[in-house]
């Protein structure tokens, strides 16, 4: 009668035991860091620019270093990071384009972003254009049209770039 509850006991033991003594190759092991290793650099936005062209219009946000995540979005209206405040552009339809990780200042808070805050442009799609954010790791753009937009978002290299071209309608479409 004794005997099941002291075989149980010591198997239990031996497993515990064996347990406790395994190891983990240095290999399997995650890498440690130290307070001295340097954080990756943020992406830093330093200008916007727009043009027109035969068949589109398009815009591009120049960048100073890697190639941050972006996201091109259609949105019901533009609003100012942080406050919630609405853009003041005319238009109909809104892109938000929102950039991370990134920043438009520096390490010291000095804006390095030499682009428009708030621009009306008078292209026959691309109606305007502000920066709507720069705050805690994402930068925010906004842009208006007057008919919905038909959009294509391509990353180009040397120097850093993210551009965003918007499909004019054909002429005589009335659109």
Not at 25 to 33: I, K, L, N, Y
């Amino acid at each position: 009668m004794y005997r099941r509850p002291r075989l149980a006991a010591v198997a239990a033991g031996v497993l515990l035991t064996a347990g406790v003594g395994s190891t983990v190759p240095a290999s399997a092991a995650p890498p440690r860091t130290t307070a001295t290793e340097a954080a990756p650099a943020t992406t830093l936005v330093t200008n916007a620019r727009w043009g027109g062209h035969g068949s589109f219009d398009r815009f591009v946000i120049d960048l100073r270093g890697a190639q941050p995540h972006a996201s091109v979005r259609p949105v019901k209206a533009l609003r100012y990071d942080g406050t919630g405040h609405k853009v003041p552009l005319a238009g109909k339809h809104f892109l938000e384009v929102r950039l991370s990780p990134a920043a438009a200042h520096d390490d010291a808070g000095r804006s390095v972003y030499r682009g428009p805050k708030l621009l009306k442009i008078h292209l026959p799609t691309l109606k305007g254009l502000a920066m709507t954010g720069d705050f805690e790791g994402y930068v925010t753009f906004g842009a208006a049209f007057d008919s919905k937009p038909v959009y294509k978002t391509t990353r180009l290299h040397a120097p850093e770039r993210i551009v965003i071209d918007v499909r004019r309608a054909p002429a005589g479409c009335g659109a």
